[in-house]
């Protein structure tokens, strides 16, 4: 980026989960980001979410109070594309994507066969191009599409427009990859990323590493994650969303509003450090 103006920012759900979506959206206001991700869907068995329906009560009383609150939705999260997935489920998640003006669906792949699912992850963007939705496809070192370049593979294989790579800061390094892996994105193929922290070490097992993604993240600028690096590789325009689950907090609004503003401070540094 050349930050010629400071990016501005989302609130992902994965931040404050417990967080209903119309609170999360009068809390985002409030604090001063400009959109949030929506958890309309597990990431994994057992996970909390928040079905809305496409054109149910809720999803109405979701629009309406979005547009009261001048705050937009940038993806709906998060489908897996497995083994034996069928693109028929993608259908609601589309719908609710559309009926709330979100940007994007995430995805992540997690089927062994990388023609099947490049197949479906190329299905999935046809069905969302009539939409105007992007389909952003993420990687995580315990499934599938592990890494940057895993990804990179299915979306440019895929050939779609609207297909792209949702790059996640704690992803990107514990799946050993770096900053400068993003110079081999071609245009267009990078267009969200998600921002948190961490310490230096990667915890040892895959369990430990699952349950820091979803409990054990640290605010930017807290940790020891090379973040100015990243976001001066990160292509103009990228949507930045602060993906930060952790443990330890009681008050979802103080949470989510240090997190705002420490990468905020991130965001002046690396400006200042560009100039």
């Known amino acids: 980026m050349n930050f010629s103006t400071a990016p501005k920012l989302t609130l992902a759900h994965s931040t404050i989960l417990e967080t209903p979506p119309i609170e999360l959206a009068t809390l985002a206001s409030t604090i001063g980001y400009t959109s949030i991700d929506l958890r309309l869907h597990p990431s994994f068995p057992g996970s909390t979410y928040y079905p809305l329906g496409t054109d149910s009560v809720a999803s109405r009383q979701m629009a309406s109070h979005l547009r009261n609150e001048g705050i937009g939705v940038n993806s ?6 497995g083994r034996n997935f069928d693109t028929s489920e993608a259908f609601p998640l589309l719908e609710a994507a559309y009926a709330l003006d979100a940007k994007s669906l995430t995805v992540f792949g997690d089927d062994p066969d990388a023609f099947r699912l490049t197949e479906n992850f190329a299905r999935v963007c046809e069905m969302a191009l009539p939409l105007g939705l992007n389909i952003a496809l993420q990687f995580m070192a315990w499934r599938q599409i592990a890494s940057f370049d895993d990804a990179l593979d299915i979306v440019m294989a895929a050939g779609q427009s609207n297909g792209s790579v949702l790059v996640d800061a704690l992803h990107l390094w514990r799946s050993g990859g770096c900053a400068l892996d ?23 097992s895959m369990h430990a590493r699952i349950t820091e993604n979803r409990s054990g993240r640290l605010t930017p600028g807290k940790g020891t994650l090379p973040l100015k690096d990243l976001l001066a590789e990160l292509p ?8 930060v689950p952790m443990t330890g907090f009681n008050d979802p609004e103080r949470h989510a509003r240090n997190v705002f503003e420490s990468t905020q401070q991130l965001i002046e540094a690396t400006m200042e450090a560009v100039r």
Do not use: K
């Open 76 to 81: 709906i999260e998060s489908l897996g594309i």
């Open 182 to 204: 993003l110079c081999a994105a071609p245009p267009g193929s990078i267009r969200a990323a998600q921002l948190c922290d961490a310490g230096p070490i990667a915890p040892a």
């Open 236 to 243: 103009e325009a990228t949507t930045i969303s602060l993906a």
